[in-house]
T-cell receptor, first 114, second 110 residues
Framework: GAGVSQSPRYKVAKRGQDVALRCDPI?????LFWYQQALGQGPEFLTY????????KSGLPSDRFFAERPEGSVSTLKIQRTQQEDSAVYLC????????????FGPGTRLTVT | DAKTTQPPSMDCAEGRAANLPCNHS???????VYWYRQIHSQGPQYIIH???NNETNEMASLIITEDRKSSTLILPHATLRDTAVYYC???????????FGQGTTLQVKP
């Protein structure tokens, strides 16, 4: 069956540009997570959705970061006015329901800000 | 910040058991021990989890000490494809989010 997919896989943006990263979770999965992974580091939590509700956005590093999941399936992470420190791999994960269940991760989007 | 501590790297010979330790010094009673791994250029992959008892699945075994302050992930017959970064995580069922540390880079050698 289809896993979690993310697009684009690679994105190069010039500093100051806006970017949008897409996540298609496993069909029927209620919970969706976004993580940021800098080079050589473990993933860091950004935000969490249960269906269309964003229940935790405590990990978003600044107000330039915005995430949405309007219909409770596909999610988009938007970064406005990108900075070099935003360069990282952005990972999306989904799980079957709320709470701590196995999370299925996508391959990630590698963002490079030049 | 991560709540668990792991050695930064380990080597293992192919075909041998790989034993990866983790310290959970601040784990609370309702938190589970989770293990994920991340193969180069891929997203993390769930391996196993447990609360108090030892667990085994098709991928690995998990040993949790009685005081729950440490755990060991065991890959019984490591292969070259097991080369990855392994993360242990104290998981709260309340939040669902995973707090990753630096992990242990396991290198399986022929």
């Amino acid at each position: 069956g289809a896993g979690v997919s993310q697009s684009p896989r690679y994105k190069v943006a010039k500093r100051g540009q806006d970017v949008a990263l897409r996540c298609d979770p496993i069909s029927g999965h209620v919970s969706l997570f976004w993580y940021q992974q800098a080079l050589g580091q473990g993933p860091e939590f950004l935000t969490y959705f249960q269906n269309e509700a964003q229940l935790d956005k405590s990990g978003l590093p600044s107000d330039r970061f915005f995430a949405e999941r309007p219909e409770g399936s596909v999610s988009t992470l938007k970064i406005q006015r990108t900075q070099q420190e935003d360069s990282a791999v952005y990972l999306c994960a989904s799980s079957v329901t709320r709470g701590l269940y196995e999370q299925y991760f996508g391959p990630g989007t590698r963002l490079t800000v030049t | 910040d991560a709540k668990t501590t792991q050695p930064p790297s380990m080597d293992c010979a192919e075909g041998r058991a790989a034993n990866l330790p983790c310290n959970h010094s601040t784990i609370s009673g309702n938190e589970y021990v989770y293990w994920y791994r991340q193969i180069h250029s891929q997203g993390p992959q769930y391996i196993i989890h447990g609360l108090k008892n030892n667990e085994t699945n098709e991928m690995a075994s998990l040993i949790i000490t009685e005081d729950r302050k440490s755990s060991t992930l065991i890959l019984p017959h490591a292969t070259l494809r097991d080369t990855a970064v392994y993360y242990c995580i104290d998981g709260s069922s309340n939040t669902g989010k995973l707090i990753f540390g630096q992990g242990t880079t396991l290198q399986v050698k022929p």
